[in-house]
């Protein structure tokens, strides 16, 4: 019920907003409807429509005019009336009369019997007249930018009031350098990556092996290749691109000698090393690691494989007995990429939960009572921490995990790390100890 209140409220504000530009509100439904509520491209359709339209009203009334200019005309003694006594048609009326009835049709196709827009496929083209005006400072001379689609000019023709938004290309250095930076947050093999590499540069800056990436590597394939932001605060350095045996996506990237900026260095590495103080780039980084190490413990690298064995065989001898299919509870708990489930009876304890984890990898439990890392119970609302210590002998139904129970294995914040008090104080739960964490 919510969720439906959220979406008409929400429609109602972009009918608002098509409205305040000139639209009719009818209009302004029938294109929101028809691109799924997409305020961007009903807007573009209804720009694109308003000149369709105003043009086809255009000819009807030309058409209009000729028949009406026609049929006040005297006849003339060459039979101009019909047999009924009615003025016969010109030939330039009959023609137009032809083009306003295509563009009606045409018209009809777009909006449809029952007057509602009907979505359509945006093209974009490019306009080769106007290539030497769409260039950039992010762009190195030799490279082509990308072109303004026929969208983006017919706003700027028809509504030049309106002001379009500042394209990344068209913002400074220094601003382009700050987002691109703030866009790698989430991945740090890129930030790390890129500060290497502007760092090398900056302290060697005649030696060419710093100054070239070579797309095709390993390493830019796996750290940088389709990250956000990372070619473009590339190219913010003043690099450039040269040409590959294959394609542009293949082609080497340059910085020449001369157009080396130390000021442009040190903008960069300075946002990247505060890119790496920030809390995104912590918890990412430590996602990563935690992934790696659980790897390792799932394929038992962590000790000799007869170890692993019986440390493995010993957990599967404590747990209970699994109910049959459809009794009990069925829980499931997320191991990094990885998903395990198992069903228990209601009056199992979390501790049965545990040493089920630990067949998959004897060193989770352990990792678990050190608080390196955490279960969390997906299930509750904010997600917090599920402190072992305390609930080990608990009953699932206790703990919320009845009649069903969705458990995730994370890697500990400091907080949880160094103090058994949860973090977040209140919470939703379904098991017999709900209530707020006091």
């Not at 009326?93 to 009907?118: D, H, M, V, Y």
Request: charged fraction near 25%; include cysteine.
């Amino acid at each position: 019920m919510l969720k439906k209140i959220f979406k008409t409220s929400n429609d109602k504000s972009k009918v608002a907003t098509l409205t305040s530009m000139g639209f009719n509100a009818t209009q302004a439904k029938h294109a929101l409807e028809a691109f799924d509520g997409n305020l961007e491209r009903a807007t573009n359709y209804l720009l694109s429509e308003q000149d369709d339209q105003s043009q086809l009203q255009n000819a009807m009334e030309q058409s209009v005019a000729v028949a009406s200019a026609t049929s006040h005309r005297k006849p003339d003694d060459n039979g101009s009336r019909s047999a009924g006594g009615r003025p016969k048609p010109s030939a330039a009326s009959l023609r137009a009369g032809q083009a306003a009835a295509t563009r009606a049709e045409n018209a009809s196709r777009r909006f449809g019997a029952n007057g509602k827009l009907i979505a359509k496929k945006q093209e974009h083209t490019v306009d080769r007249n106007n290539i030497s005006n769409i260039t950039s400072s992010s762009y190195p001379s030799n490279e082509s930018s990308p072109f303004v689609g026929t969208t983006t000019k017919k706003v700027i023709k028809n509504h030049p009031n309106v002001k379009m938004p500042t394209q990344m290309k068209d913002k400074s250095k220094e601003e382009q350098i700050l987002r691109c930076a703030q866009r790698l947050a989430p991945h740090p093999f890129a930030v790390d990556t890129l500060l290497r590499a502007f760092t090398f540069i900056r302290q060697n800056p005649n030696m060419d092996k710093y100054r070239k990436i070579d797309r095709s590597t390993n390493g830019f394939q796996s750290s940088l290749q389709g990250k956000p932001g990372a070619v473009d605060l590339i190219y913010a350095m003043n690099f450039e691109s040269r040409a590959g045996p294959t394609n542009d996506s293949s082609s080497d990237l340059i910085l020449r000698r001369s157009r080396v900026d130390d000021a442009l260095l040190y903008l960069g590495i300075s946002a990247l090393e505060e890119i790496r103080k920030s809390e995104e780039y912590i918890s990412s980084k430590q996602s990563i690691a935690f992934e790696k190490e659980l790897k390792q413990i799932q394929n038992g690298q962590h000790v000799s494989e007869d170890e692993e064995i019986l440390k493995r065989a010993a957990l599967i001898s404590k747990l209970p007995s699994e109910p049959s299919s459809g009794a009990g509870t069925l829980v499931q708990i997320s191991l990094g990429e990885e998903k395990i489930m198992r069903r228990f009876d209601g009056d199992d304890i979390l501790k049965d939960v545990i040493h089920f984890i630990g067949t998959h990898g004897s060193a989770i439990p352990e990792k678990i009572k050190a608080r390196e890392w955490c279960l969390v119970d997906m299930n509750q609302y904010p997600v917090v921490p599920i402190d072992t210590d305390d609930n080990m002998h608990k009953t699932l139904q206790y703990i919320g995990c009845w009649p069903s129970g969705k458990l995730a294995l994370k890697p500990s914040s400091t907080e949880w790390r160094v103090s058994k008090v949860t973090v977040v104080k209140a919470g939703s739960s379904r098991g017999l100890g709900a209530g707020p964490k006091i």
